[in-house]
Protein backbone atom coordinates (compact mmCIF):
# COMPACT_ATOMS: atom_id res chain seq x y z
CA UNK A 1 0.00 0.00 0.00
CA UNK A 2 1.35 3.11 -1.02
CA UNK A 3 1.96 6.01 1.86
CA UNK A 4 2.98 9.27 2.26
CA UNK A 5 3.27 11.04 5.34
CA UNK A 6 4.16 14.79 5.59
CA UNK A 7 5.65 16.33 8.74
CA UNK A 8 7.65 19.56 9.24
CA UNK A 9 4.72 22.04 9.38
CA UNK A 10 4.20 24.59 12.35
CA UNK A 11 3.71 28.47 13.13
CA UNK A 12 6.64 30.04 11.64
CA UNK A 13 7.09 34.19 11.49
CA UNK A 14 7.48 35.93 8.52
CA UNK A 15 10.74 35.83 7.00
CA UNK A 16 11.67 32.63 8.58
CA UNK A 17 12.46 29.45 7.43
CA UNK A 18 10.55 25.78 7.95
CA UNK A 19 11.47 22.00 6.08
CA UNK A 20 9.02 19.50 5.24
CA UNK A 21 9.31 16.54 5.02
CA UNK A 22 7.54 13.57 3.31
CA UNK A 23 8.23 10.03 4.19
CA UNK A 24 7.29 7.36 1.29
CA UNK A 25 7.23 3.92 1.55
CA UNK A 26 4.88 0.84 -0.48
CA UNK A 27 7.03 1.71 -3.60
CA UNK A 28 9.91 1.84 -5.67
CA UNK A 29 10.50 5.67 -4.41
CA UNK A 30 13.56 6.19 -6.62
CA UNK A 31 11.48 5.29 -10.03
CA UNK A 32 9.18 8.30 -9.47
CA UNK A 33 9.12 12.13 -9.46
CA UNK A 34 7.10 13.60 -6.72
CA UNK A 35 5.11 16.65 -6.02
CA UNK A 36 4.61 19.28 -3.28
CA UNK A 37 0.84 21.39 -3.78
CA UNK A 38 -0.48 23.50 -1.35
CA UNK A 39 -3.84 24.71 -0.97
CA UNK A 40 -4.45 27.73 1.38
CA UNK A 41 -6.97 27.49 3.96
CA UNK A 42 -10.43 27.50 1.56
CA UNK A 43 -9.09 28.17 -1.33
CA UNK A 44 -7.65 25.58 -4.53
CA UNK A 45 -5.26 24.02 -5.00
CA UNK A 46 -1.58 24.89 -6.33
CA UNK A 47 1.34 23.15 -7.35
CA UNK A 48 4.91 23.97 -5.52
CA UNK A 49 7.43 22.19 -6.75
CA UNK A 50 8.38 18.86 -8.34
CA UNK A 51 11.36 16.85 -8.99
CA UNK A 52 12.52 14.27 -11.19
CA UNK A 53 13.22 10.45 -10.18
CA UNK A 54 16.59 11.23 -9.83
CA UNK A 55 16.78 15.12 -9.45
CA UNK A 56 17.41 15.43 -13.04
CA UNK A 57 14.30 17.92 -13.51
CA UNK A 58 13.07 20.19 -10.96
CA UNK A 59 10.59 22.57 -11.09
CA UNK A 60 9.15 25.14 -9.43
CA UNK A 61 5.94 27.70 -9.41
CA UNK A 62 6.71 31.32 -10.14
CA UNK A 63 5.48 32.58 -6.60
CA UNK A 64 7.89 30.12 -4.78
CA UNK A 65 11.17 29.91 -6.97
CA UNK A 66 14.18 31.44 -5.35
CA UNK A 67 12.56 31.11 -1.61
CA UNK A 68 12.18 27.19 -2.17
CA UNK A 69 14.14 24.18 -2.54
CA UNK A 70 12.77 20.69 -3.33
CA UNK A 71 15.37 17.68 -2.86
CA UNK A 72 14.74 14.01 -2.26
CA UNK A 73 16.63 11.46 -0.72
CA UNK A 74 16.52 8.33 -2.39
CA UNK A 75 18.26 5.77 0.39
CA UNK A 76 15.76 7.38 2.81
CA UNK A 77 13.03 7.39 0.54
CA UNK A 78 12.17 10.71 1.59
CA UNK A 79 11.47 13.45 -0.20
CA UNK A 80 11.67 17.28 1.25
CA UNK A 81 11.11 21.18 0.80
CA UNK A 82 13.08 23.69 2.29
CA UNK A 83 11.08 27.01 2.60
CA UNK A 84 12.92 30.52 3.18
CA UNK A 85 12.16 33.94 3.76
CA UNK A 86 8.27 32.74 4.23
CA UNK A 87 5.57 35.28 4.09
CA UNK A 88 1.64 35.09 5.02
CA UNK A 89 0.71 34.54 1.69
CA UNK A 90 2.78 30.99 1.88
CA UNK A 91 0.20 29.61 4.84
CA UNK A 92 -1.32 26.38 3.82
CA UNK A 93 -1.68 22.60 3.90
CA UNK A 94 1.37 20.93 1.96
CA UNK A 95 0.74 17.94 0.29
CA UNK A 96 3.34 15.44 -0.91
CA UNK A 97 2.05 13.53 -4.10
CA UNK A 98 3.82 11.02 -5.93
CA UNK A 99 4.03 10.49 -10.09
CA UNK A 100 1.86 8.54 -12.01
CA UNK A 101 4.08 7.24 -14.19
CA UNK A 102 7.44 6.03 -13.82
CA UNK A 103 10.60 6.78 -14.72
CA UNK A 104 9.59 9.57 -16.91
CA UNK A 105 11.87 12.77 -17.68
CA UNK A 106 8.35 15.02 -17.35
CA UNK A 107 5.86 15.61 -15.21
CA UNK A 108 2.25 14.12 -15.92
CA UNK A 109 -0.17 13.58 -12.70
CA UNK A 110 -0.55 12.45 -9.69
CA UNK A 111 -1.65 9.14 -8.14
CA UNK A 112 -1.35 9.37 -4.85
CA UNK A 113 -1.28 11.81 -2.46
CA UNK A 114 -0.43 12.65 1.73
CA UNK A 115 -2.90 13.77 4.23
CA UNK A 116 -1.03 16.94 4.29
CA UNK A 117 0.81 18.75 6.80
CA UNK A 118 -0.30 22.44 7.50
CA UNK A 119 2.31 25.60 7.73
CA UNK A 120 0.75 28.53 9.25
CA UNK A 121 3.27 31.79 8.70
CA UNK A 122 2.23 34.76 11.18
CA UNK A 123 3.84 37.04 13.43
CA UNK B 1 -3.52 32.58 -9.95
CA UNK B 2 -4.86 30.06 -12.27
CA UNK B 3 -4.51 29.69 -15.61
CA UNK B 4 -7.63 27.02 -16.15
CA UNK B 5 -10.66 28.26 -15.85
CA UNK B 6 -13.81 26.15 -14.25
CA UNK B 7 -17.08 27.06 -12.89
CA UNK B 8 -17.40 27.53 -9.69
CA UNK B 9 -20.58 25.17 -8.74
CA UNK B 10 -22.43 22.60 -10.20
CA UNK B 11 -25.42 20.93 -9.17
CA UNK B 12 -27.76 17.71 -9.79
CA UNK B 13 -30.49 15.91 -8.02
CA UNK B 14 -29.28 12.16 -7.79
CA UNK B 15 -29.25 9.78 -10.85
CA UNK B 16 -28.55 13.41 -12.99
CA UNK B 17 -25.54 13.67 -15.76
CA UNK B 18 -23.53 17.01 -14.44
CA UNK B 19 -20.72 17.93 -16.69
CA UNK B 20 -17.57 20.29 -15.67
CA UNK B 21 -15.98 22.57 -17.83
CA UNK B 22 -12.22 23.46 -17.91
CA UNK B 23 -10.70 25.90 -20.32
CA UNK B 24 -7.33 26.47 -20.66
CA UNK B 25 -4.70 27.72 -23.58
CA UNK B 26 -2.46 26.44 -26.07
CA UNK B 27 0.19 26.28 -23.30
CA UNK B 28 -1.29 23.74 -21.34
CA UNK B 29 -4.59 21.96 -22.24
CA UNK B 30 -3.86 22.74 -25.79
CA UNK B 31 -0.60 20.79 -25.70
CA UNK B 32 -0.94 18.53 -22.75
CA UNK B 33 -3.13 15.51 -21.16
CA UNK B 34 -5.61 17.00 -18.49
CA UNK B 35 -6.29 15.25 -15.29
CA UNK B 36 -9.03 15.22 -12.91
CA UNK B 37 -8.80 15.28 -8.98
CA UNK B 38 -11.63 15.09 -6.58
CA UNK B 39 -11.59 16.36 -3.01
CA UNK B 40 -14.11 15.22 -0.67
CA UNK B 41 -14.76 17.47 2.18
CA UNK B 42 -11.79 17.45 4.47
CA UNK B 43 -9.47 15.15 3.22
CA UNK B 44 -6.51 15.10 0.62
CA UNK B 45 -7.01 15.24 -3.52
CA UNK B 46 -7.76 12.16 -5.50
CA UNK B 47 -6.76 11.49 -8.84
CA UNK B 48 -10.00 10.51 -10.63
CA UNK B 49 -9.33 11.19 -14.34
CA UNK B 50 -5.81 11.29 -16.65
CA UNK B 51 -4.42 11.33 -19.38
CA UNK B 52 -7.94 13.26 -20.87
CA UNK B 53 -10.14 9.98 -20.14
CA UNK B 54 -7.93 7.19 -18.31
CA UNK B 55 -9.65 6.25 -15.29
CA UNK B 56 -7.31 4.73 -12.41
CA UNK B 57 -8.26 1.41 -11.06
CA UNK B 58 -11.43 1.55 -8.60
CA UNK B 59 -12.92 4.90 -10.22
CA UNK B 60 -16.17 4.64 -10.96
CA UNK B 61 -17.10 4.36 -14.75
CA UNK B 62 -19.75 6.65 -13.81
CA UNK B 63 -17.30 9.34 -14.05
CA UNK B 64 -15.53 10.03 -17.97
CA UNK B 65 -13.23 12.67 -19.36
CA UNK B 66 -12.89 14.18 -22.47
CA UNK B 67 -11.15 17.04 -24.01
CA UNK B 68 -11.15 19.01 -27.16
CA UNK B 69 -8.66 21.54 -28.53
CA UNK B 70 -7.82 24.42 -25.27
CA UNK B 71 -10.88 22.77 -23.13
CA UNK B 72 -11.43 19.40 -21.61
CA UNK B 73 -14.72 18.16 -19.28
CA UNK B 74 -15.68 16.05 -16.55
CA UNK B 75 -19.02 14.04 -16.99
CA UNK B 76 -20.18 12.54 -13.70
CA UNK B 77 -23.57 10.55 -14.95
CA UNK B 78 -26.19 8.56 -12.37
CA UNK B 79 -25.30 11.78 -9.83
CA UNK B 80 -24.84 10.12 -6.09
CA UNK B 81 -25.04 11.47 -2.52
CA UNK B 82 -21.28 11.10 -2.25
CA UNK B 83 -19.88 12.80 -5.28
CA UNK B 84 -20.57 15.90 -3.29
CA UNK B 85 -17.05 17.41 -3.82
CA UNK B 86 -14.45 19.58 -4.94
CA UNK B 87 -12.99 18.54 -8.54
CA UNK B 88 -10.02 20.09 -9.99
CA UNK B 89 -8.90 19.77 -13.88
CA UNK B 90 -5.05 19.71 -14.52
CA UNK B 91 -2.17 20.20 -16.49
CA UNK B 92 1.40 20.81 -17.71
CA UNK B 93 1.76 23.93 -19.24
CA UNK B 94 4.78 24.44 -21.47
CA UNK B 95 5.15 28.76 -20.70
CA UNK B 96 8.45 29.80 -19.92
CA UNK B 97 10.20 26.93 -17.64
CA UNK B 98 7.13 25.23 -17.47
CA UNK B 99 5.20 24.61 -14.80
CA UNK B 100 1.97 22.33 -13.38
CA UNK B 101 -1.02 24.39 -13.25
CA UNK B 102 -4.89 23.51 -11.53
CA UNK B 103 -8.06 24.65 -12.56
CA UNK B 104 -9.80 26.93 -9.84
CA UNK B 105 -12.03 24.16 -8.64
CA UNK B 106 -16.15 23.40 -8.69
CA UNK B 107 -18.34 22.35 -6.23
CA UNK B 108 -20.45 19.75 -6.63
CA UNK B 109 -24.00 19.91 -4.62
CA UNK B 110 -26.07 16.88 -4.64
CA UNK B 111 -30.02 18.36 -4.44
Known amino acids: EVQLVESGGGLVQPGRSLRLSCAASGFTFDDYAMHWVRQAPGKGLEWVSGISWNSGSIGYADSVKGRFTISRDNAKNSLYLQMNSLRAEDTALYYC????????????????WGQGTLVTVSS | QSVLTQPPSASGTPGQRVTISCSGS????????VNWYQQLPGTAPKLLIYSNNQRPSGVPDRFSGSKSGTSASLAISGLQSEDEADYYC????????????FGTGTKVTVL
Open chain 2, 90 to 101: AAWDDSLNGLYV
Open chain 2, 26 to 33: SSNIGSNT
Open chain 1, 97 to 112: AKEGQQLVPRFDYFDY
